[in-house]
C-alpha cells in the first residue's frame, strides 16, 4: 500500500473558481480516486490563499476587514468542490494558526542556515495610499518600446522584462499619483547558495519527478548565467500588508508566495489534528506522517507556477529540514474554443453557471478527461465536440450496452446474471478476455495521468461489445423461443461487459459508477480489484443512468457573454464553434474579403508552441498570417498548398511579428484541425463568394 499526500495549487480567495481550476481539481481527482481503488492510502487536501495585498486592496475597497472577505469567499468553496464531486478530504486555509507555526518554523529554520540575508531595496512608494507599490501596482511607459500603460514586470507588447523603477512616466494604480522612490530593508532567502544549487540540480535530476520539459526548464533557471542567474528571493513585504508577520522584524510580513506553499502543510496538519486523518485510517501524528521516508508528497499544478514550486519550495523544505515533494505534475491552460478564456469575448465558462443550468458534471468530468494527458499541454473546450463527444461516447457506447442487456435479464430471467463462459462460441462471450487483456494498459494509463489514452482504451472496448452485440441481436433472439439460452448468455454478457466498463471510469464517473453499483450489485466503495470477482449474481431493475446533452444547454452557458471571436493569427486558425453565435446577413458576409491563398512558406515560431508563421500570395500582394495550426501540421505539408484566406481582416501585433489575416479552419482544434482547400483550378487571388 502507498501513502500518499495529494495536493493542488491553492487557489487565491478574492474571487470564485474558474474553469482552470476545476480543471486541474478533475485532474487531481481522477487520479486519486484511481488510486484509492487501488487500496492506497491517501490525503488529498488544498487550501484558500489569503495573503497578500491583492485581498487587503479589495477589502478596503469594500468597506471590511480582509478576514472577512475570505470568510465570504471560503463559504462559497463547497458548492464547486461538491458539485464536480471533488474528493478532497480536508480543505483549509493559510490564514489560520497552523500555516503561522509552520511558516515562522521554516522561515526560522532557513535563517539557522544560513540562508536569510537582508539588503536595503529601492522602491515606489505611493505618496497617497502610504505603501510600497507590487509590481503589478506600477503601470508607465515600457522603457524599450515605448508602450503606453505597462505594467510594473513586463511589457505585454514587447514582452521586454524590466523592474518597475525602469518605466517612463510611472504612476500607481490605486491612486494616480505619482509613486515616489523609497528605500527598505528586505529579507532575502539565498536561492544562489552552493548548498541550494547542488541540492536542486539532484532533485530536478531525479528520473520521474518532473515531466521531462518541466525539467528542462527548471534546470535553464538553475544553470542561468549573467541577468538570467538564478536569483535570491525576496521574502518579505512592507507594512500595510495582510499576511504572516516576521517573528523578528517589527513591520514586515512574509511575502505570500513563501507561506502559501506552506499552506499545504498546514492544511494537512490541520487535518491531522482534528481527527479527520484518523478517520481515514491514519494513525500516526502529522509530525510522524511527514517523517516516514514511504509518504509520498505530490503537487499538481499549472505551468505559470512552475518556477515557485521547482526551485523556491524543494529548497525551502529542504534546509528547512523537512520532506521534499516526490513528485510535481504540470499541467497546461484550457482555452474555449481555440481562444483564452475571456469574460468580454465569450470565451469564458462559469462552472456556477454550468451547474445552475442543471448539466451534468460528469459530463464535463469525462470530457476533460478524454484531452488530458501527462503532458504540458492547453486543452481546448469546443462546445460542438463537447456535445458530440459526451452524447456518443457515455450514452450511445457506455451505457447503451446495458440497456440493450437489461430489460430482457429482468424480465425473462428474473435479473439473474449467468457467470462468465469466455469459451461460449457467442460474440458476445469473446469480449471478457480481451477486455482482460487491456486492464493493465488502462491501469498505467491512469497511473500515468494519460487519462485521455486511457479513455480510448475504455470507448475501444465499449465498441467491440456493441459490435458484437449487432451481430448477435438480442431482440431478434428474443422472438425465437429456441433461443432462450442463448438470449440469457448474449445479455448476461452485455451485464458483465457494462459492470467492467463501470469499474474502468469510476474514477472518472465517480456518482454514475455508484449508480451503476446499486443496480449491479457491486460493493461500494468500487475497488479494482472487482475486475478479478465472479460477476455472477442478480441485477436490480435498470434505470437510466446519463441523460444526453441538450445543444441548447451550451447556448445558455454562453449566452451571458457576446459570441466568441477567434482569429487564427492569435490561437487556432478560426476552429471555433458557432453553435452560440447569432445570424448574419447576406450584406454582413459581403463585407468579408475571402480569397484564395498559395502558402509561399511555412516555418515555426520559436517560443510559441502553437503558432506557424505563413507566408501567404494572395494575388496582389504578399501577406504574413500567424495560425494556430502547429499541432495539425508541420512546415513542410504546407509549403506549396492553396487555402482561404480572411485578407480584410484589421492586422493584428503581436509578441512574434504582425499577423495580416486568417486562414480558415474546421475542427475542434488540437490535432483535429482541418485546413480548408479549394477544388483544383482554383488561383490565388481568386475571390470566395
Known sequence: MRHLFVTTALPYANGPFHIGHIMEYIQADIWVRFQRMLGNRVHFVCADDAHGAPIMLKAQDEGIEPEELIARIAADRPQYLQGFAISFDHWHSTHSPENVELSTDIYRKLKEAGLIYVKPVEQFFDPVKQMFLPDRYVKGECPKCHAKDQYGDACEVCSTVYAPTDLINPYSTLSGATPVRKVSDHYFFKLSDPRCIEFLDEWLGTPGRLQPAVANKAREWLKGEGEHALADWDISRDAPYFGIPMPDAPGKYFYVWLDAP?????????????????????????????????????????????????????????????????????????????????????????????????????????????????????????????????????????????????????????????????????????????????????????????????????????????????????????????????????????????????????????????????????????????????????????????????????????????????????????????????????????????????????????????????????????????????????????????????ANLKPRKMRFGVSEGMVLAAGPGGKDIFLLSPDAGATPGMKVK
Open 262 to 646: 506552506v499552506g499545504y502543510l498546514a492544511s494537512l496538519k490541520h487535518y491531522f489534528d482534528i481527527g479527520k486523518a484518523r478517520a481515514n485510517g491514519e494513525t500516526r501524528s502529522f509530525e510522524e506522517f511527514m517523517a516516514a521516508p514511504e509518504v509520498e508528497q505530490i503537487h499538481f499544478i499549472g505551468k505559470d507556477i512552475i518556477y515557485f514550486h521547482t526551485l523556491f519550495w524543494p529548497a525551502m523544505l529542504k534546509f528547512a529540514g523537512r520532506k521534499v515533494p516526490n513528485h510535481v505534475f504540470v499541467h497546461g491552460f484550457i482555452t474555449v474554443s481555440g481562444a483564452k478564456m475571456s469574460k468580454s469575448r465569450g470565451t469564458g465558462i462559469s462552472p456556477l453557471r454550468y451547474l445552475e443550468l442543471g448539466m451534468n458534471p460528469e459530463w464535463l468530468r469525462y470530457y476533460l478527461a478524454a484531452k488530458l494527458n501527462a503532458n504540458v499541454e492547453d486543452i481546448d473546450f469546443n462546445p460542438e465536440d463537447f456535445v458530440a463527444r459526451v452524447n456518443s461516447d457515455l450514452v450511445g457506447k457506455y451505457v447503451n450496452i446495458a440497456s440493450r442487456a437489461a430489460g430482457f435479464i429482468t424480465k425473462r430471467f428474473e435479473g439473474r446474471v449467468l457467470p462468465l463462459d469466455p469459451t461460449h462460441e457467442a460474440a458476445t462471450a469473446k469480449w471478457s478476455t480481451l477486455a482482460r487483456e487491456r486492464e493493465s494498459r488502462i491501469r498505467d494509463y491512469y497511473e500515468a495521468r494519460e487519462f485521455g489514452k486511457a479513455v480510448r482504451e475504455i470507448m475501444d472496448l465499449a465498441d467491440e461489445m456493441n459490435a458484437a452485440i449487432d451481430r448477435e441481436k438480442p431482440w431478434e433472439i428474443a422472438k425465437d423461443a429456441t433461443q432462450t439460452e442463448r438470449l440469457h448468455r448474449v445479455c448476461s454478457d452485455c451485464i458483465h461487459a457494462f459492470r467492467r466498463l463501470t469499474l474502468y471510469l469510476a474514477p472518472i464517473l465517480p456518482r454514475t459508477a455508484e449508480k451503476a453499483a446499486s443496480f449491479l450489485g457491486l460493493s461500494l466503495p468500487l475497488r479494482w480489484s472487482q475486475l478479478d470477482e465472479d460477476a455472477a449474481g442478480t441485477i436490480q431493475p435498470y434505470t437510466h443512468l446519463i441523460q444526453r446533452v441538450d445543444p441548447t444547454l451550451l447556448d445558455k452557458l454562453f449566452e451571458s457573454a457576446p459570441a466568441a471571436q477567434t482569429n487564427a493569427a492569435a490561437s487556432s486558425s478560426a476552429a471555433a464553434s458557432a453553435s452560440h453565435r447569432g445570424e448574419i446577413t447576406i450584406d454582413d458576409f459581403n463585407k468579408l474579403d475571402l480569397r484564395i491563398a498559395k502558402i509561399l512558406k511555412a516555418e515555426t515560431v520559436e517560443g510559441a508552441d502553437k503558432l506557424l508563421k505563413l507566408t501567404l500570395d494572395i494575388g496582389d500582394a504578399q501577406r504574413t498570417v500567424f495560425a494556430g495550426i502547429r499541432a495539425a501540421y508541420s512546415p513542410e505539408q504546407l509549403t506549396g498548398r492553396l487555402t482561404v484566406v480572411v
